[in-house]
């Protein structure tokens, strides 16, 4: 939050459009890391249903409003120096948060400071009226975790690839999280090109995001999360690619056709931070949300090159982002399933979840066939 909020504010004295591209760039970096590490510290700090109502109705519909009130500033403050400084300040309160928001447990217990964990469980649970039992953690459990964590000592990007499995998830995961974030920034950077107000159709742009976000709550907590995410991208992909069909007379069809299509792409985006998370285990699970979000950047990357394309032909963004939405779609229903199973702590606890079960079941199957097949063929010799 340092590096955003600093660096934003030192991009106002720009003297040059490159030395302010140059600290654009830093702003972003801080921007994204930020937000990614908050989402992580709420999920792992919140219990399972409160956790839901966070990672949807509360980082993301807190990130629409943000991006509702965007357009208004920018439409009252032409000066961007000043446009800049007014997006700048509200940075600065977040400072405090530093001595209200605790550090994550789960964390905590993941690195063996086990005593720094009990200080605030039991701080939560005096908060919130609980009696905490005498004994948090046992001995013998504290000493087992100690030496699987000498053994993992520390995690490295190469182990969301450290098996067949595993690097199966991760590349699906990147998949998506890249062809989604292309359908969510081609429409939300081509607002200004819908017919109308360009400030109106971006504030709209943000205000179909609310509703999205509570869609996807409401998901979330009561369907699993693999046709949850495929039936929205199959509603935002199916809309956009429909959009050629309308004809050129009927503004208002467009661009809501658009916003149904924003509105399917965003429940689905804002349920893959909830998805993701619940598929790794914590010593990964920060490094894993941040590399898959990363994919999404090079997503954002290129959506601008999308919404260029329209120069030649009006329809051919909606169609490449429709079919690619389609596609993430269905690609999404062969990834396991994390819906009511608690958020892993080991790389163990992630192979049990439905999909890898299966086909850890399968192969135990195979490998008993061929001892029997073995044995068949050596017991007559």
């Known amino acids: 939050m340092a590096v955003q909020t600093g660096f934003s504010f030192v991009q106002i004295f720009s003297t040059s459009w490159e030395m302010f591209t140059v600290l654009f760039l830093i702003v972003g970096m801080g921007q994204i890391s930020n937000y990614v590490v908050a989402f992580i510290l709420g999920t792992e700090i919140l219990g399972k249903s409160v956790r839901i109502i966070f ?6 519909t807190f990130f629409a409003i943000g991006y509702m009130l965007l357009p208004l500033f920018a439409y009252f403050i032409r000066d961007w120096r000043m446009l800049l400084l007014a997006l700048t300040v ?37 908060t919130n009226g609980i009696v905490a039992p005498a004994m948090l953690f046992d001995s013998t459990e504290m000493q087992d975790m100690k030496l699987q964590q000498q053994q993992q000592q520390k995690a490295y990007i190469l182990d969301l690839f450290r098996t067949r499995n595993i690097a199966v998830i991760t590349v699906m995961s990147l998949l998506l999280w890249m062809l989604t974030s292309i359908g969510y920034f081609g429409l939300s950077l081509n607002t200004p090109n819908l017919h109308g107000n360009a400030y109106i159709n971006c504030f709209l742009s943000a205000i179909i995001e609310v509703p999205a976000y509570v869609i996807a709550w409401l998901l979330l907590r009561t ?26 007379d009927l503004h208002i069809l467009s661009v809501f056709l658009v916003m149904l299509g924003k509105f399917g792409i965003t429940s689905a985006f804002s349920m893959l931070y909830v998805y993701t998370s619940e598929l790794y285990p914590t010593i990964v699970r920060n490094m894993a949300v941040g590399a898959t979000s990363m994919s999404s950047r090079v997503g954002s ?20 982002m429709g079919s690619l939405t389609v596609l993430i779609g269905i690609l999404t229903l062969f990834l396991p399933e994390s819906y009511g199973n608690p958020l892993p702590e080991t790389f163990d606890q992630m192979l049990r979840v ?28």
């Open 354 to 381: 439905k999909g890898f079960r299966n086909r850890q079941r399968t192969n135990h199957v195979r490998s008993s066939k061929e001892i029997e097949d073995s044995k068949t063929q050596i017991t007559p010799l």
């Open 301 to 320: 990357i290129i959506a601008p090159y999308f919404v260029y394309l329209g120069a030649y032909d009006r329809f051919l963004p909606y169609i490449l």
């Open 223 to 248: 369907l699993p999360r693999r046709y949850s995410i495929s039936g929205t991208l199959f509603l935002g992909g199916g809309v956009i690619l429909f959009i050629q069909l309308v004809p050129t």
């Open 90 to 126: 509200p940075g600065v309160l977040c400072v405090p948060l530093w001595w209200v928001i605790p550090e994550s447990p789960r964390w905590l217990i993941s690195q063996g400071r086990f005593k720094e964990a009990e200080i605030i469980i039991r701080k939560a649970a005096k």
């Open 55 to 60: 990672c949807t109705l509360g980082v993301c």
